[in-house]
């Protein structure tokens, strides 16, 4: 009898231990939280957006508790990998030179770069336009590479630390026009610091997949991540976030 109870007490002792080690599962979110509306800090200081939204809902999947961390963009991918958050969701490009310091999940949608510019300004986007011409992007952005690997010889470019910095520089006329995300361009021209301005030209760019950036050779969670955003994509809910920020689909 002793023995049996032993047994007994074993087992729910190992039961009791192994749902502690489960639900003590928390991962970190490394985010920027300045980049409307895909991650941005709210007025009660949350950090909220596109990108958070997706990423408590893969934590939900993979039923692990998740805490937000913020980074400044020029060190985020160093953050990351010297271990201060396990996951990246702050609309990263993947890139060739990314993937040699990160490893990459599947897409989490598809981005676009489109120049902005004053309304009252018949602002082209051809070379013989834009010589001259100052032109503002986020540093370390894809709208910031691309203006150095095509335009450098042509417009003066100007790099800014956060998305907002150069809408400040380009609502004050130090620059002619901003070249970003079609998506965070887009939910800045609806507000009211943006509506002196418009999209000018079609995408320079339209084949940008952004995805989730873990450490390299962390394929144990990158799998997880994957298998999760494929669940919430087949389920509904990737379609409820993505309606909850746009009118149209942006995966």
Known sequence: MKSYKKILLTAAVSLVLGAQAFAAEKLRIGTEGA??????????GKVVGFDLDIAHALC??????????TSDWDGIIPALNAGKFDFLAASMSVTE???????????????KLQYVAPKSVDFKTDKDYLDGKVIGAQRATIAGTWLEDNLDDVVDIKLYDTQENAYLDLAAGRVDGILADTFVQ???????????FEFKGEPVFDD???AIA????????RERLNKALAEIIADGTYK?????????SIY
């Open 97 to 111: 030179e990314r993937k040699q310091a990160v490893d990459f999940t599947d897409h989490y949608y598809t981005n």
């Open 60 to 69: 939900a999947k993979m039923k692990v508790e998740c805490e937000v961390v």
């Open 186 to 196: 887009w939910e800045w021209l609806k507000s009211d610091a943006g509506k002196d």
């Open 35 to 44: 980049y409307p509306p895909f991650n941005l800090i709210d007025a009660s």
């Open 240 to 248: 409820q976030i993505n309606d909850k920020y746009f009118p149209f």
């Open 214 to 221: 873990v450490r390299k050779g962390n394929d144990e969670l």
């Open 208 to 210: 940008d997949k952004i």
